[in-house]
């Protein structure tokens, strides 16, 4: 079975595959000081519970964007998987599509990963927007390829600065008020961070679009995505295991090339 990890500024996600059949997934938060030896054993335990155990494991695939999370993640697979695992953007992985951005080398693993699953489950040209620690917007043009995307602050993060630098501004939870207009702090703030993302999107996407001369699919995925897409026509699709399914598509295309 093979073991995918994307590993995130917020959380570091595990999920095991039989085939494109996920058996199991589980997350963390993520914290690079963490040993191979405290994420194996919390790894283990879990595999229990779903009947499965780590010599279960004959591959590994790993989207990483925390250099200092890397080394833990590499002995964690050779230590108690004794495989190597393969990390997207290492030069001997082939990710099936070109990355077209002016430097190559700068684009987030998770976020190469998510083109090459768009662009297969869903075809192109397309627009990815991931709701992670930030609000990704990612094209693929209609061979596949990663083409460039833009970058906007997390929603949960608007609301957290707006706690922190407004004296009498409460910390509140993102969620679809009924209403633009809101009548007290809560909902105002409220409607502000959810329609005023809503209004991102729609923008961004409708801009998107234009300069690039094509309608595009729109694909979200992350934490928020569900609750986005339900309130505007602008997101097409919602996959909530994007990264996860390319992370399975990158490793089946390697394996393949050496078999």
């Known amino acids: 079975m093979l073991l995918t990890i ?120 397309a627009i990815v927007i991931d709701f992670g620690t930030a609000t990704n917007f990612d094209i693929v043009d209609g061979d596949g390829n990663y083409i460039g995307g833009v970058l906007a602050p997390a929603a ?33 703030m409220q409607s502000g961070v959810f329609w005023g993302y809503v209004g991102l999107i729609e923008g961004l996407t409708s801009r998107i679009k234009k300069e690039f001369g094509q309608d595009m699919r729109v694909i979200g995925t992350g934490g928020l995505a569900p609750i986005y897409a339900a309130a505007t026509d602008a997101i097409d699709d919602v996959d909530q295991d994007l990264t996860l399914r390319g992370l399975v598509l990158v490793y089946g295309h390697n394996t393949a090339e050496k078999a």
């Open 6 to 125: 994307d590993s995130g500024n917020t959380n570091v996600v595990f999920a095991v595959y039989d085939g494109e059949d996920q058996r199991a997934v589980w997350r963390a938060s993520s914290d690079p000081r963490r040993t191979a030896d405290e994420y194996a054993v919390w790894l283990s335990q879990l595999m229990a519970l779903k009947d499965l155990t780590l010599k279960d494991v004959t591959g590994v695939i790993i989207a990483n964007v925390v250099p200092a999370a890397r080394f833990s993640l590499r002995k964690l697979c050779t230590l108690y998987f004794d495989y190597e695992p393969l990390f997207i953007g290492a030069p001997e992985v082939d990710l099936g599509i070109q990355n077209l951005i002016d430097r190559p080398e700068s684009a987030g693993a998770d976020r190469l990963v998510n083109a090459v699953a768009a662009h297969h489950l869903y075809g192109g040209p």
């Open 156 to 188: 949960q993060h608007s609301v957290e600065a707006l706690y922190r630098v407004a004296a009498q501004l409460p910390r509140v939870s993102i969620e679809r008020p009924e209403k633009v207009i809101g009548k007290d702090t809560v909902p105002a």
